[in-house]
Every structure is written in structure tokens, then in C-alpha cells.
Nanobody, 123 residues
């Protein structure tokens, strides 16, 4: 079973940028899809972006297009590049994986989750 650990969270000034990373316990095969989710206090977990390791296609939540980008080193790491950060981006950011050639922004379909990394925006 593949395990994930996120890193790179922290305190960021509004308008700034931050890259968070997700490292898998083993090589991520091409039958896997990986996604980033986030959960703010008192809110439901929401999909941010995902990538299919099979097609390399990515999907980004409409509200985050143009600011957030997902990428992979096609080995063990998945990255989330965040720009023009806003106070409402404050959340715990999670990495999740599932066996699928297509990715999804629905949390319900992902089977393996990391513990999350906290991102806090300073206004």
C-alpha cells in the first residue's frame, strides 16, 4: 500500500506564493491518480487539483484555476504550486491517491491519504 506524507506548509503573507509537496512511500505507478484536497476550519474538504499518472492530465478546481498548479516528478513526488494566495486559502492541505487512470476532485473515491500540512495566510 502506498503511503503519502505532505510537507512545505507554513505561514505566508497574502499575495505570496507557496509550494507544498507530497512524497509517496514508493514509486507512483502509472495506474495511479493523485490529488490535493484542503479543509478549512468548519468547512468540508474540497478538491484542489489532481493528476493522472497514466495520461499526465491534470484537473484544477474552477475557483483555483490560474493560481494553483499540480505537478509531479513521475517518481515519488507530487507538488502543489500556489500563487496569489488569499486569507481564504488557509487550510490543511492533504495529498491523496487511488488506483485509477483518471483523476477526480471527489474525496470519496480516494483510498490513501496523507496526514496533511497546514497552510496559514497572514492578511
Amino acid at each position: 500500500e502506498v503511503h503519502f506524507v505532505e510537507s512545505g506548509g507554513g505561514l505566508v503573507q497574502a499575495g505570496g506564493s507557496l509550494n507544498v509537496s507530497c512524497e509517496a512511500s514508493e514509486f507512483i505507478s502509472d495506474d495511479y491518480a493523485i490529488a490535493w484536497f484542503r479543509q478549512a476550519p468548519g468547512k468540508e474538504r474540497e478538491g484542489v487539483a489532481c493528476i493522472s499518472m497514466y495520461t499526465s492530465r491534470t484537473l484544477t478546481a474552477e475557483s483555483m484555476k490560474g493560481r494553483f498548479t499540480i505537478s509531479s516528478d513521475y517518481d515519488k513526488k507530487i507538488y502543489l504550486h500556489m500563487n496569489s494566495l488569499k486569507p481564504e486559502d488557509t487550510a490543511i492541505y492533504y495529498c491523496a491517491g487511488m488506483t485509477s487512470t483518471r483523476c477526480s476532485l471527489s474525496a470519496a473515491v480516494y483510498t490513501n491519504w496523507g496526514p496533511g500540512t497546514q497552510v496559514t495566510l497572514l492578511s
